[in-house]
């Protein structure tokens, strides 16, 4: 079961101008082949499908905890596509095309289909598939193909970060590379031991190191590249026996019980011209009166 809080992994900025076209982009780092909707279904079937978890314990520790930890992150990319396209049209009269801004836009789904939020799709609007899913049942190749998910995750990201400036999509992008790159690393501390081959000699891939990139600083200058969360308040405690040691920057890695401190989900405004959330003022009145009456008050 995943324990749900009230909050997003990061405190994201709220932008001043939206950016339609650049949260197109974003979509890929959702529902992409290799986006955060594939990590997590990858590592969820995974994790259900574990053969032998009492004898594996800390492997299937692992792969759980990160499992947590990418649900949260299908939550950050989707309040960031939500904050980049905000503003986009305006209310008004439908008969003046408040929404006309829309027509031009690279996905025409995000006001048409969905009200100006994500969609569980890539960045040319093809849906999410759960042909991205990889469970063999073999451990080792299961390993294996989380590292190069994870590498190839990396590589979208920061080609993703040098197709938009936008502050809201930085923010999360630098974050994500910090947290994607503890994942690369986990898997190889898991592969070296299974195998004893040290996969960590090919990394970073790409080969840039995440300070280059300027909203990645300070979530490393905050030792999160050498954090693994259980997002457990009391399981998944044998994931120690993998990460442990020293991160390639030459700090101590650390596991920490349960979850980052996070920040505030984004309270997305109406958007009357979308009739989202179609409820009007009088509407949401009788709706109070509603919910107090069924409360006793």
């Not at 594996?56 to 950050?76: D, K």
């Not at 063999?136 to 197709?163: I, P, Q």
């Not at 905050?222 to 026996?241: A, N, V, W």
């Amino acid at each position: 079961m995943i324990l749900r809080m009230d909050k997003l992994l990061i405190d994201l900025p709220r932008p001043e101008s939206p950016d339609a076209n650049a949260a197109a982009a974003v979509q890929e780092l959702l529902g992409g082949k290799y986006g955060e909707m594939s990590t997590l279904n990858n590592y969820m079937f995974q994790s259900f499908n574990f053969r032998q978890k009492k004898k594996f314990r800390p492997f299937y520790e692992l792969i759980a905890s990160i499992t947590a930890e990418e649900f949260g992150h299908v939550e950050l990319v989707s309040n960031t596509i939500n904050l980049m396209i905000t503003g986009t049209t305006f209310p008004g009269d439908p008969n003046i095309a408040p929404m006309e801004n829309a027509k031009d836009k690279r996905n025409s789904y995000h006001f048409i289909q969905t009200a100006q939020t994500s969609l569980p799709g890539d960045s040319m609007g093809r849906p999410w598939s759960g042909d991205n899913v990889f469970n063999s049942g073999n451990l080792v190749l299961d390993l294996l193909h989380n590292f190069f998910l994870e590498c190839g995750a990396r590589t979208h990201k920061m080609r993703v970060y040098e197709m938009t400036d936008h502050p809201v999509a930085r923010e999360m992008i630098g974050y994500l590379l910090v947290r994607g790159g503890v994942h690369v690393l986990a898997y190889a501390k898991a592969l070296e031991i299974m195998t004893g081959v040290d996969m960590k000699k090919m990394l970073p891939i790409p080969d840039l190191d995440n300070r280059k990139f300027d909203t990645a600083r300070k979530f490393e200058a905050q030792g999160s590249q050498r954090k693994l969360y259980t997002f457990s308040p009391e399981d998944y405690q044998q994931i120690s026996q993998i990460w442990k040691g020293n991160h390639p920057d030459g700090g101590q890695l650390e596991v920490i019980k349960g979850a980052p401190h996070g920040g505030p989900i984004p309270d997305l405004e109406e958007v009357p011209e979308e009739f989202a959330p179609g409820v009007s003022e009088e509407d949401f009145k009788e709706i109070a009166k509603r919910l107090q009456r069924s409360a006793g008050l």
